[in-house]
């Protein structure tokens, strides 16, 4: 069974606070995509990894870094967590020979 | 960069009436183009997809149509019941020559509902 895992379900930080978000995949794929939801604006791309070391920005990427160490893992980083970027973060990583994006359950990041 | 719009934002239908989402995409590289489900709480889920080679594929109640010329496709549910209401999103994507997707562009989404 396909499983995309993250480190926490719930995270409340403070302006200014380094925040790290993790994300673990047992597909051994190459590729890891983070995303971010927002009501009404939907699921967007944040950055992506097609392999360790490697990244990738996406649409949205300004606040964010990443770190790909290993495959199995993909850090999100906020250097400098700021209120707009409360949101609820979403990893995702495809299956062996699918196109099937798997999204782990979820990080609702709160930053006051 | 790719442009996917979703419509509309809420739906409302009858149990056992079918129910319509309708999305444009702007990038004709796109090739894929995904529908995922996601209930309250819980993450989003592959209902189906459809790659620019097909016009149209069914998976029992549930079936997607592309028009690549127009760059529209639809998410068609039939019969609907409860456990259909969901918000459901569309998505747009290139794949590579191993077969997997890029980053998905995702569209806004729509709260679909069934009344009773």
């Known amino acids: 069974d396909v499983k995309v895992t993250q480190s926490s379900r719930y995270l409340v930080k403070r302006t200014g606070e380094k925040v790290f978000l993790e994300c673990v995949q047992d597909m051994d794929h190459e590729n890891m995509f983070w995303y971010r939801q927002d009501p009404g604006l939907g699921l967007r791309l944040i950055y992506f990894s097609y392999d360790v070391k490697m990244k990738e920005k996406g649409d949205i990427p300004e606040g964010y870094s990443v770190s790909r160490e290993k495959k199995e893992r993909f850090s999100l980083i906020l250097e400098s967590a700021s209120t707009n970027q409360t949101s609820m973060y979403l990893c995702?990583?495809?299956?062996?020979?699918?196109?099937?994006?798997?999204f782990g359950p979820g990080t609702r990041l709160t930053v006051t | 960069g790719e442009n996917v719009e979703q419509h509309p934002s809420t739906l409302s239908v009858q149990e056992g009436d079918s129910a319509v989402i309708k999305c444009t995409y702007s990038d004709s590289a796109s090739n894929y183009f995904p529908w995922y489900k996601q209930e309250l709480g819980k993450r989003p889920q592959l209902i189906i997809d459809?790659?620019?080679?097909?016009g149209e594929k069914k998976d029992q109640r549930i079936a997607v149509t592309l028009n690549k010329t127009a760059k529209h496709f639809s998410l068609h549910i039939t019969e609907t019941q409860p456990e259909d209401s969901a918000v459901y999103f569309c998505?747009?994507?290139?794949?590579?020559?191993?077969?997997?997707?890029?980053?998905?562009?995702f569209g806004k989404g729509t709260h679909l509902i069934i009344q009773p």
């Open positions: 995702a990583s495809p299956g062996q020979g699918s196109s099937e994006q798997y």
């Open positions: 459809i790659r620019s080679n097909v």
């Open positions: 998505a747009a994507s290139t794949t590579y020559s191993g077969g997997g997707a890029d980053g998905l562009t």
